[in-house]
C-alpha cells in the first residue's frame, strides 16, 4: 500500500543534556519535523500534547531512543485497514542490556483476553486512529501504567485492538528506564487496572475475591486452584487465539505460584483440556516445568527459576519450531 506523507511530531520535554540542538539541525533540515520545547511536563502532559498536535488521521507512537523500521507504517497501516480496527501494535525486537523478541495477541478477542493480566500493546508501538486517541486521553492519575489504563478504558468504550506479528520496532532496554526505576508504583497502578477489567469480565465475581487473586498474582504466593473456577468460566468465552492467549498468561501466572503449589502442573492440564481433545507436546512440555517448579519449590525470584524458563523455552522452540533458535517470550 501507498502511505501518505506524514507530520513528524517530537516534544522536547525539558531535556538537559543537548537533544534540543541535534533537534533542531534535523528540524531545519526536513520540513515533515514539528519541533515544540519547552519545561518538562511529565510523559502523560507530553503525550497528551502530542495528541492534540497531531492533523493527520492516524497518529504512530514511539519513544526517542526506540528504531522503527523502513516498513512500520506500511505494515501497521494495511493491517488497520483491512481489519477495521483503531489501534494496531506489533511484535518488538528488544536490544541495549538484553536481548529477546516480544509477541503479542493478533486479535482484538485475544487482546482483551491478555489485558486480564497484561498490556496487549508494547506502546511504543502502537499506530492509533487520531480521534480514537482524541477521544480517550491519557489519565494522569495512571502515570506509570498511562498505557495500560488507556487500553482497557479503549477496550471498554468499544474501541477494536489487534497487533501484527511482524516486527517493525526496535526497542531498547536499559536501566533508567521509567519501568525499571518506578516498578512499585508502577504495580500498583497496573492492578487497579486488572481489577476493572476482571470486574467487568466477570461481573459476578465478588470484588473482594478479584482483589486476591489480583494480589495473588502480584506476589506470586497463593495456589492455583483458587483461580480454577474463574479461568474456567472465562476460557468458555474465548475460541482460537483468544483462548490460547488466556492459557498462556495463566501458564505464566502458574509459573510464579507452582513453588508453593504440588498441585499447578495438574491444574494446568485441567485447564488445556478445555483447548485441546488431546494435550499437544507444548501443553505437555509446560506441566513438566510446573512439575518441576514444584518438585524443587522454586520461586520466581530465585536464579534456578529463570534458568529453568530458558531450557523449557529452549526445548519447546525445538518441539513446536524445530528451525526457530532465536529466543521468544511467547515460546513457554
Known amino acids: 500500500m501507498i502511505v501518505e506523507p506524514f507530520e513528524f511530531i517530537v516534544i522536547d520535554d525539558g531535556s538537559t543534556d543537548g537533544s534540543l540542538s541535534v533537534l533542531r539541525r534535523y528540524a531545519a533540515r526536513d520540513p515533515r519535523i514539528r519541533l515544540v520545547s519547552r519545561e518538562n511536563r511529565g510523559l502523560v ?10 492533523r493527520g488521521q492516524w497518529i504512530a507512537r514511539m519513544d526517542a531512543d526506540d528504531v522503527a523500521l523502513p516498513d512500520r507504517f506500511e505494515v501497521q497501516l494495511e493491517r488497520l485497514q483491512r481489519t477495521g480496527a483503531d489501534f494496531c501494535g506489533d511484535a518488538v525486537e528488544c536490544f541495549g542490556e538484553w536481548r529477546a523478541v516480544w509477541r503479542y495477541p ?14 496487549p500493546f508494547a506502546h511504543p508501538t502502537v499506530i492509533g486512529r487520531r480521534s480514537a486517541f482524541a477521544d480517550l486521553g491519557y489519565d494522569s492519575a495512571y502515570t506509570q501504567a498511562q498505557d495500560y489504563d488507556l487500553w482497557q478504558r479503549a477496550w471498554a468504550r468499544g474501541y477494536k ?22 516498578a512499585a508504583d508502577q504495580q500498583s497502578k497496573a492492578d487497579s487496572v ?15 475475591e478479584i482483589a486476591r487473586i489480583i494480589e495473588m498474582l502480584r506476589d506470586g504466593k497463593g495456589e492455583t ?41 495438574r491444574n ?6 478445555y483447548a485441546e481433545a488431546t494435550f499437544s507436546p507444548k501443553a505437555w512440555a509446560r506441566a513438566f516445568v510446573l512439575a518441576t517448579l514444584s518438585l524443587f519449590k522454586v520461586k520466581p525470584y530465585q536464579n534456578s527459576f529463570r534458568s529453568l524458563k530458558k531450557t523449557a ?6 518441539l513446536s519450531r524445530p528451525k526457530a533458535w532465536r529466543k521468544h517470550k511467547d515460546l513457554v
Request: charged residues 20%; hydrophobic residues 50%.
Open 161 to 182: 485492538l489487534v497487533n501484527v506479528p511482524d516486527v517493525v520496532l526496535r526497542y531498547r532496554v536499559h536501566a533508567g528506564q521509567v519501568s525499571a526505576r518506578k
Open 194 to 208: 486488572r481489577k476493572r477489567h476482571w470486574q467487568t469480565l466477570l461481573p459476578n465475581m465478588a470484588v473482594d
Open 268 to 273: 494446568w492440564l485441567r485447564l488445556a483440556s
Open 45 to 54: 502532559a507530553t503525550l497528551n500534547e502530542g495528541i492534540a498536535l497531531a
Open 106 to 119: 493478533l486479535s482484538h478477542d485475544a487482546c482483551e483476553a491478555r489485558l486480564l493480566m497484561d498490556v
Open 225 to 265: 486452584g483458587a483461580l480454577m473456577s474463574s479461568v474456567e468460566t472465562l476460557l468458555t468465552r474465548y475460541a482460537g487465539d483468544a483462548r490460547e492467549t488466556l492459557l498462556f498468561d495463566c501458564y505464566r501466572a502458574f509459573c510464579r505460584l507452582a513453588g508453593n503449589d504440588p498441585a499447578a502442573a
Open 313 to 318: 523455552a529452549l526445548f519447546n522452540a525445538l
